[in-house]
C-alpha cells in the first residue's frame, strides 16, 4: 500500500510506516519518551501497517493479544522518530522497530502477538527474523505467571494498590476497547505511588530534585479481556524479583465491572542517575525496604 523508501537504518523485510517526533509534553521526569508514547506511535504504525486500500486503519484493541517490548535507547524531545513494521510469521507475531531517523538507530523494538492469524497481513510480504536484540531478556514469556484469583488473592500474594481510575474515550478505539497504549500508560502513571513503597527516604529526596529516576528495560503486556470505556480499574504492582541494578515488577490491571483481570504485565527497570544517565545499582536501605515487599 505504501512506498518503501531507503530509510536509515531500514532492515530487509520492514516497512517504514510512521513518522514522528518526540514532543516535550510526552516526556516523562526523566526527560525522555514516556513508555505509553513508544506505545501509541507503534500502535499508529501497525495500524498503517495492516491497513488496505479502501479501508481505513482498524484500531487494534481487539487484535493484539501480547506485546513484548525492549527499550535500548533513549528518545529526548525533539528526536526524530520512524517506525518500520514486518510480519515474523503466518500465524500473526509482528515486528516493529523504533528508529532514530536521522542515525538510524533502534531506539526500542516491538514483537506483537495478534489474537489470530490475520488475513489481513500484507500479501507476499517477505518475513522477517527477529533480531537478537529484540529477543526477550529479562522476562521469559512461557514463565509469566497467569494473574491471581481475584483482587483479594492478589492483596495477598503482595501486590500493593498503586493506581485507580475510570476509562476515557481517548483511550479506546471505535468500539470503545482500550487500545495497548492505554494499559502501558495507566501502568506508568500508578509507577511513583509504587515507588512510595520501595524507596527509601534519601532516595525519595533524589527523586524530587530530579537527581533520580528510573527507566524501563523491558516490559511485556498481556491482555486477557479488554477494558472498555467507562470501566473503572484498579492497579496492582509489586516486585518479583531484584539483580544487582534491575528490579523485576509485575503489574495487574483489574476490571471492576466485569469482576476480572483485564491485563497483565512484567517489566524489568532500573533506577537511574539523571546527570551521568546511567542505572545505578540498587542501594542497601532500597533493597532492606524491597525484600519484605517481595511477591508470595
Known amino acids: 500500500m505504501f512506498d518503501q523508501p531507503n530509510c536509515p537504518g531500514q532492515r530487509p523485510g520492514m516497512t517504514p510506516c510512521f513518522w514522528g517526533s518526540v514532543n516535550q509534553w510526552e516526556c516523562d521526569e526523566n526527560d525522555h519518551l514516556n513508555v505509553r508514547y513508544y506505545a501509541h506511535k507503534v500502535q499508529q504504525a501497525v495500524q498503517i501497517f495492516l491497513a488496505r486500500p479502501g479501508h481505513p486503519a482498524q484500531g487494534l484493541a481487539d487484535r493484539v493479544a501480547a506485546m513484548h517490548i525492549r527499550f535500548l535507547a533513549e ?13 515474523v510469521d503466518g500465524d500473526g507475531t509482528l515486528l516493529a522497530l523504533v528508529h532514530q531517523n536521522i542515525s538510524g538507530d533502534v531506539l526500542a523494538a516491538f514483537v506483537l502477538t495478534l489474537q489470530r492469524a490475520e488475513p489481513t497481513l500484507p500479501p507476499e510480504q ?7 536484540f529484540a ?3 529479562g522476562i521469559v514469556p512461557d514463565a509469566m505467571p497467569l494473574p491471581p484469583d481475584g483482587l483479594t488473592a492478589a492483596l495477598q500474594a503482595g501486590y500493593q494498590i498503586v493506581g485507580r481510575g475510570v476509562i476515557g474515550a481517548d483511550e479506546c478505539d471505535a468500539s470503545d476497547h482500550v487500545l495497548p497504549h492505554g494499559y502501558i500508560g495507566r501502568i506508568s502513571d500508578g509507577m511513583p505511588n509504587l515507588w512510595a513503597f520501595m524507596n527509601a527516604d534519601a532516595e525519595r529526596a533524589a527523586r524530587a530534585t530530579g537527581a533520580l529516576g528510573g527507566a524501563a528495560l523491558e516490559q511485556r503486556l498481556v491482555m486477557h479481556r479488554p477494558l472498555m470505556r467507562g470501566s473503572i480499574y484498579t492497579q496492582l504492582s509489586g516486585v518479583r524479583s531484584l539483580g544487582n541494578k534491575t528490579q523485576h515488577m509485575s503489574h495487574l490491571i483489574y476490571d471492576h465491572v466485569r469482576d476480572a483481570f483485564a491485563a497483565s504485565a512484567d517489566a524489568v527497570g532500573v533506577a537511574m542517575d539523571l546527570s551521568t544517565r546511567r542505572a545505578v545499582p540498587i542501594s542497601a536501605e532500597r533493597r532492606a525496604r524491597l525484600e519484605p515487599l517481595l511477591l508470595r
Open 75 to 87: 528518545a529526548r524531545s525533539a528526536t526524530p522518530l520512524r517506525v518500520d513494521c514486518g510480519v
Open 126 to 132: 517477505a518475513l522477517v527474523a527477529v533480531p537478537d
Open 135 to 137: 529477543e526477550p531478556r
